[in-house]
């Protein structure tokens, strides 16, 4: 009779500490889990740890919040600078170009550089060179406006390309430094305890790593953005520039330079369709 109630007993205990032990694993596995995260390594770091997380973290902001701005304004400008080409070269006269500019402003390089060197020719042809920095021929003003206009808007294309170039160069060698710093302390942990093994030895040195990763993935879209950007950049300068060529042309001798833009139109010069008609009407003659 006895021996059946301790079995019993023992077979009561067994069920209750079955699920109890499976809990326990379950929190095990959690807290061990939790503990090699990387929200861990920040709470276990001092105050260098914290301050060079904070600072990748400010850099990863600054650097994505100038990605998605620049691309959307590039992509703007670059849309608006083809609409105002095409409208430009379209246009019957410089007054008409005036006018639409007036009416939409210069919203982009190319209408302002127009616009300057429209207003620029006629100012000095009216009044001529009034101020030191007018003097010289009409050619010459226009040219050193047209120039300066360029300027002005390389140096707005290029704003912002130095944070990233910054942060691309950067960022690897804060989460560096993070690791080191990671790694100097958990050594130092570890001398201090009774026991060294494995674990507790990969443990902190593993979570110190993770700074590296943290500055990689912070300069990793730096420098492909800075590239991209650059690379934009350069191929639109190139298109501004062969524009300010090809309108300086237009502006002194009244035509179009062919050569720095075939795909334009071609500006009509008089007598031509008389001449080419004579050249016709003189080869059917022979």
Known sequence: MMQEILQSAWVGLAQVA???????AATGAAAAQEATGVLHFI???????????????????ASWYLII?????????????QSFMRDFWSASSLEQVENEIATHGAREPFAHLASHAIHAQKHHTKYGAVRLEEKGSTDAFVSRIMRKVIDEETARLE???????????????????????GVYHALINIGLSDGVTLNKIAGPVGEALVMTGLGLAVAI???????????????YLAQLDAFAHD??????????????????????????????SSAAAAKREH
């Open 43 to 61: 709470q276990q770091s001092d105050a260098v740890g914290k301050s060079l997380f904070v600072i990748l973290a400010l850099m990863s902001v």
């Open 159 to 181: 704003n912002g390309l130095t944070l990233l170039a910054s942060v691309g160069s950067t960022a690897p060698f804060v989460g560096l430094f993070g690791t080191v710093w």
């Open 247 to 276: 309108l300086f042309t237009f502006l002194t001798t009244g035509q179009q330079v062919q050569e720095a833009q075939p795909v334009l139109r071609r500006v009509p010069s008089s007598g031509g369709g008389s001449a080419s």
């Open 221 to 235: 879209p730096a420098v492909l953005a800075y590239n991209a950007f650059v690379r934009t950049n350069r191929v």
């Open 18 to 24: 079955g699920p109890v032990a499976g809990q326990a």
């Open 69 to 81: 701005v620049k691309g959307f304004l590039s992509f703007r400008l670059k849309r608006r600078s």
